[in-house]
């Protein structure tokens, strides 16, 4: 198990949301390997299901805006989905990558070293969807190299029923008036809130019940107007860092979070090899 609480000793994880993604890539492989070749901790991902019960991973629901193919990712089998292959949302001309199995992504980050933020999102009812999820982190290996992601705390609470053990995180887009006790209700292990709404009264709630904090925010450039008109989030974010306040730092472009977090006196924490059987 890797540590989740790093700010304690002058540590951060830094996770590539989707991957390293700014230059065009998300939720593939090519995303996930320069994400570990920049010096990532984790990698976040997105699960969907298909209509023969698959579990893929990308994150709309629908395959039109991300991929070469159309329709609703619930309504087709996986061998109709497999035809088709990425595309970057930014119009940027890059080599489309397949759509894959969550087990054969789960392989692949394994064999990098890499961590992973597993994002749930889809609705469900019953447990049928969390047991393959339990079965395939145990299949590949990784259950203790990964947390389970949702904005559903209610199926953070279920999984954790499900499968002792296994850690959690809630995402949240607001200024929670407990944010302590809305990660109790799910037994969450880690929070994160999504800039702008992140501040320093909900890193302190949630360390004081020994929650770690994570903190989701874009990419560099969506600041570049805002520093021009004098508004420089960027000096917030770095006072919080060198304040202890978060533990990890979620971005699209993982090279700019290290260099940022490593400004900010932190060392960025790896998970430690994972041992081959």
Not at 85 to 99: F, S
Not at 140 to 166: C, H, N, T, W
Not at 189 to 197: H, L
Not at 208 to 214: C, F, K, Q
Request: glycine share 8%; proline share 4%; aromatic share 8%.
């Amino acid at each position: 198990m890797f540590d989740l609480l790093p700010s304690s000793s002058g540590h951060i994880l830094v996770c590539g949301h989707r991957g390293h993604v700014v230059d065009g890539h998300e939720n593939s492989r090519p995303a996930f390997r320069r994400a570990a070749e920049l010096g990532a901790s984790l990698c976040e991902i997105d699960l969907r299901m298909t209509r023969d019960g698959q579990l893929v991973v990308f994150h709309d629901d629908i395959l039109d805006n991300a991929s070469t193919g159309t329709g609703i990712i619930s309504q087709l089998d996986y061998a109709q989905i497999e035809q088709f292959r990425t595309k970057a949302r930014n119009g940027m001309p890059i080599e489309g990558q397949p759509i894959e199995l969550f087990a054969d992504i789960l392989a692949y980050c394994r064999d990098l070293g890499m961590g992973l933020i597993i994002e749930i999102k889809d609705r469900f009812e019953g447990t049928a969807y969390l047991e393959q999820v339990v079965r395939l982190l145990k299949q590949a290996q990784m259950f203790e190299r990964v947390l389970i992601s949702s904005f559903d705390y209610v199926a953070l609470r279920d999984i954790k029923r499900l499968a002792p053990g296994i850690r959690t995180m809630g995402i949240n887009y607001h200024r929670l008036v407990e944010p302590a006790a809305a990660a109790h209700s799910a037994s969450m292990d880690v929070m994160n809130t999504d800039y702008p709404q992140f501040t320093a009264d909900i890193a302190e709630g949630l360390h004081a019940a020994n929650v770690a904090v994570s903190h989701y925010v874009p990419p560099p450039e969506f600041f570049a107007l805002r520093r021009g008109y004098g508004v420089d989030y960027f000096e917030v974010l770095g006072a919080h860092l060198r304040a202890g306040l978060i533990d990890m730092l979620v971005c699209d472009d993982v090279g700019w979070s290290i260099e940022f977090a490593t400004r900010c006196g932190l060392r960025v924490s790896r998970l430690p090899a994972k041992e081959k059987t």
